[in-house]
């Protein structure tokens, strides 16, 4: 009998332990499935209306990634320019810190301005806000894989400073067209 108390106890004792041994499981918050998304201000935003472009410039040697999305009075823009670049439809993959004037990035709203809506630039994104990683270029299928992340700062009449912050923002296999002149 001391043995079946013992082995009892024992048992008990040890899905206690393996219980109490457990780590915490952090869960990631997922964003979307759409292929160009970001989190604007702590919000998600996904654009509807997406335009995706990798040109060519034969005079100037350079190549641009252009990547443009629209949804819910938003806009976000981003270029990067390549100098010396070939006329092929890939582009090189690799970390692009925004600089303003090889790799820009706007963020913009809509307003009211003269009796039509139009997209305004939302504050400044100024050197060193932000940065645009492309990971992948499938240059067969035009397909572009890649991370960003900015900040746009912003300050009213009285000097008081907004800063809108578009962090975890990613596209995924987005297609893209490719043009050369």
Not at 28 to 47: D, E, M
Not at 86 to 115: H, I, K
Not at 150 to 159: H, K
């Amino acid at each position: 009998m001391n043995k079946l108390r013992l082995f009892t106890f024992l048992l008990l004792a040890g899905l206690f332990m393996i219980e109490s041994c457990k780590k915490d499981t952090i869960v990631g918050t997922a964003y979307t499935t759409k292929p160009f998304q970001a989190n604007i201000n702590g919000s998600v935003w996904a654009p509807d209306t997406i335009s995706n472009t990798i040109a060519y410039n034969s005079t100037a040697k350079t190549k641009t990634f252009t990547l443009e999305g629209t949804k819910d009075q938003k806009q976000v823009i981003m270029n990067v320019i390549l100098s010396n670049a070939s006329n092929t439809p890939g582009f090189t993959t690799g970390t692009y810190n925004v600089d303003a004037s090889t790799v820009l990035v706007n963020y913009n709203t809509q307003v009211l301005q003269n009796g039509q809506y139009v997209f305004l630039p939302h504050g400044t994104v100024s050197a060193g806000s932000g940065v645009i990683i492309v990971s992948s270029v499938d240059s067969v299928n035009k397909k572009i894989t890649g991370t960003f992340n900015f900040y746009s700062r912003s300050s009213d009449s009285n000097g008081d400073v907004t800063v809108d912050n578009i962090l975890g923002g990613e596209f995924t296999s987005l297609p893209y067209t490719f043009t050369s002149n």
